[in-house]
């Protein structure tokens, strides 16, 4: 098996000496590789031997509490992307590190001022480090601008946290897959999802062996109790680097990006509703491998390529506006805008109100515009695969066969109906028939146990398209000598 090759290793101190400001350095590098050791010991003896400092910038509150932590020597200020705009004096800055640098293009999704962060690093006469694992827009970002830039490409052999992917098709299925999670005494799993409302819905099923964090724009309209956990989940993560959930930790974007954690127990990743690969691979980034036994499986929600379609054709209607603004000029945009700008919404918020030399007018977020034009390429590429274009893309991605899930729990339940229907069991009494519904295990949105031979025969039914059924019945036989007659009598009828 390859080792994996460390930052140290690629990049020896000559070459940081042969490093000048105004240079663009490109990390190509997978997370675990070493960019801590690397920016705290090389980096920072380069610049405190010239009297300088860095500045390294990270994308989430909850990365930069991480990294402080991380941080061992005084010549580094780790600070927040969002915080460009107030630093004051950025002449004692050698090196600024751009940590996860793909922020400024894959965050324009939902934060409007990545371009005026460029524009501020753009203007800095320093050396500025860009790291990712997964830097397509950024190269097609530099590509299209003639940027030169000094690449250190990624010439080793990555480590790989996922061993195992399976696509489930239905939120019915997703509900199978935490219930599994939920009754397994050694895994725990982290869940992403693209909808926030389900996101909330599942948490709150199983609040009590859970922990949370959402990202700042969407924490709107949540109780104080529940922003008191999320800030309380994220000082957990900083510190420990494990999420304090006995089983889930439920997640949107805040966790697609920098933040790691090291527990052998976090074993599976639940993804539902994102079709981004590079989204996906930065999500399963956030589980740090520390040995070769310490994998994770991936459970995934298949997308068709219809719905890829529909995905694309929306965006493509949400980014004209700016198209629009781009290469008709402000006078033609505001007046075809009265006209289309009910059926092409700017949904994405590409363009925004600016004063430009006392003139108010209207500009693009040129870094908004490129990822959402690379994600309609990439979502292009997919369906152009053929009729498994998601699944053939994520496989490529992290090289591994993925295979659908098989609802185990269907055939454990269907094989327990046979065996009791085979050997005619009967249920007498009330004791007996909860504890045949708690072999079953089917839960309310409560989690509590469903003791219900109705409810259980819906499910049976509903979900389970089950060949059998609990039937109740009056039933007489002899206690003691005596016929005693038993009114709620359970036993499996075979429904076909």
């Known amino acids: 098996m390859s080792e994996t090759k460390y930052i140290s290793e690629i990049i020896s101190e000559e070459e940081i000496n042969r490093w000048k400001p105004g240079d663009n350095i490109f990390l190509y590098n997978g ?67 751009l940590d996860e640098c793909h922020y400024l293009f894959s965050d324009s999704g939902i934060n409007d001022l990545t371009d005026r962060h460029y524009n501020i690093l753009k203007s800095l ?159 399963v980034g956030r589980k740090r491998k520390q040995d070769d036994c310490d994998v994770a499986a991936l459970y995934i929600r298949n997308i068709s390529n219809s719905t890829l379609n529909g995905f694309n054709s929306a965006e493509k209607r949400w980014i004209k506006p700016a198209h629009i603004l781009l290469t008709k000029g402000i006078d033609y945009y505001l007046e075809w805008y009265l006209k289309n700008g009910n059926r092409y919404p700017d949904k994405h918020r590409i363009i925004r109100d600016e004063k430009i030399n006392g003139v108010l007018t209207k500009t693009v977020n040129d870094k908004k515009l490129t990822f959402f034009e690379n994600r309609i390429q990439r979502t292009t590429d997919m369906i152009r695969r053929g009729k498994n274009g998601f699944l053939l893309t994520l496989k490529d991605a992290f090289g591994i066969n993925i295979s659908p899930w098989n609802d185990d729990a269907k055939i454990y339940t269907e094989k327990l109906l046979e065996d009791h229907y085979q050997k005619q069991t009967v249920w007498w009494n009330r004791s007996e028939t909860q504890e045949f519904a708690k072999s079953l295990g089917f839960t309310d949105k409560y989690r509590h146990i469903i003791t219900s031979y109705k409810a259980i025969n819906a499910i049976l039914e509903n979900q389970y398209k089950s060949t059998y059924r609990i039937v109740c019945k009056r039933k007489k036989k002899k206690v003691d000598g005596k016929v005693k007659r038993f009114d709620n009598v359970w036993m499996i009828e075979k429904s076909r």
């Not at 924490?219 to 889930?248: C, R, W, Y």
């Open 125 to 283: 006469n320093c050396i500025k480090i860009w790291i990712t694992a997964t830097p397509d827009d950024v190269f097609e970002y530099f590509h299209s601008n003639l940027m030169d830039y000094k690449l250190y490409p990624k010439d080793y052999t990555e480590s790989k946290v996922i061993n195992e992917i399976y696509t489930y098709k239905s939120d019915e299925e997703l509900e199978n897959i935490l219930e599994f999670v939920a009754h397994d005494t050694n895994v725990k799993a982290m869940v992403v999802m693209s909808s926030t409302k389900k996101l909330l819905k599942m948490y709150r099923k199983y609040e009590d062996v859970s922990s949370i964090v959402l990202g700042s724009g969407n924490l709107s309209g949540k109780t104080a109790k529940m922003k008191k956990a999320i800030s309380s989940e994220i000082a957990k993560i900083s510190e420990d680097k494990v999420f304090s959930g006995q089983k889930f930790l439920f997640g949107t974007s805040a966790l697609d990006c920098g933040v790691s954690m090291r527990d052998y127990s976090f074993s599976i990743i639940i993804i539902d509703g994102i079709y981004d690969i590079q989204t996906i691979k930065q999500i």
């Open 31 to 97: 997370t675990g590789t070493g960019k801590t050791t690397f920016v705290n010991n090389k980096l920072a003896n380069f610049v405190q031997l010239q009297g300088k400092k860095i500045l390294q910038l990270e994308p989430r509150l909850l990365l930069k509490r991480q990294q402080r932590k991380e941080v061992t020597t005084a010549a580094i200020d780790v600070e927040s992307y969002q915080s460009l705009e107030s630093i004051k004096n950025f002449e004692k800055y050698l090196i600024v590190v």
